[in-house]
């Protein structure tokens, strides 16, 4: 029970931390405080909010309301978030951009493009209201018929990797979070909620 309280508390000290750096337009934050990776202010804001929530309201974190929002937590000071599903434009709240998928923009070998292609996806978001996007996607290749392979950015974890810094840092730059998913073994799209991934610590897939 203290283990899962104290990685419940983990995740929420997360998205209170992200809340507060990145979407400064719900917080009051200045430009100045927004354009730093972490201030002492941010740290005691979140240990002051994280004070005053229960397990069970940090639980409630993890899921979402209305469609997709998270909820807001107004005696802590948290608004309610609004998010949209990604990785490749805002997929919720009307009509959208499609851009190009992972696959593609990690092929031109462009991490300038993909923080171009970032800040576009942010602006997107916050013409719809959005706080939040889920996405990229990361996932490392490993089964080659994996339904999800064009949202990601390959098999090359150093490309991979170059690439998502840059495309997140360019949806940021414009106050939206952008929510890393699929960080491993996120093999397979067919019977998805009843399909398990198990691995060793090699690595290799059991």
């Not at 990685?7 to 997360?14: E, I, K, L, P, S």
């Not at 292609?117 to 939040?132: L, Y």
């Not at 996405?135 to 999800?148: E, K, L, S, T």
């Amino acid at each position: 029970m203290k283990y899962a309280a104290r990685r419940f508390g983990v995740w929420a000290r997360a998205l209170l931390v992200s809340v507060l750096i990145v979407v400064p337009v719900l917080t009051g934050l200045t430009t100045s405080a927004f354009g730093q990776a972490m201030s002492p202010e941010i740290d005691r804001r979140v240990d002051a909010m994280l004070a005053k929530l229960t397990l069970e309201q940090k639980i409630d974190l993890l899921g979402v309301v209305d469609d997709f929002f998270i909820r807001a937590i107004p005696e802590i000071g948290l608004p309610r978030i609004k998010m949209s599903d990604g990785p490749m434009g805002i997929r919720m709240w009307g009509p959208s951009t499609a851009y190009a998928g992972g696959i593609a923009l990690a092929a031109s070998w462009d991490t300038d493009l993909a923080h171009r292609v970032g800040v576009a996806i942010g602006r997107d978001a916050r013409a719809r209201g959005v706080h939040a996007l889920t996405g990229p996607g990361v996932n490392i290749y490993r089964a080659p018929m994996n339904g999800r392979n064009f949202e990601y950015f390959g098999e090359d974890p150093y490309l991979a990797a170059r690439v998502a810094v840059q495309f997140i840092r360019g949806v940021q730059s414009q106050g939206v979070i952008s929510t890393v998913k699929h960080f491993a073994a996120n093999n397979s799209e067919y019977v998805l909620d009843r399909w398990d991934s198990d691995q060793d610590r090699s690595g290799r897939l059991g």
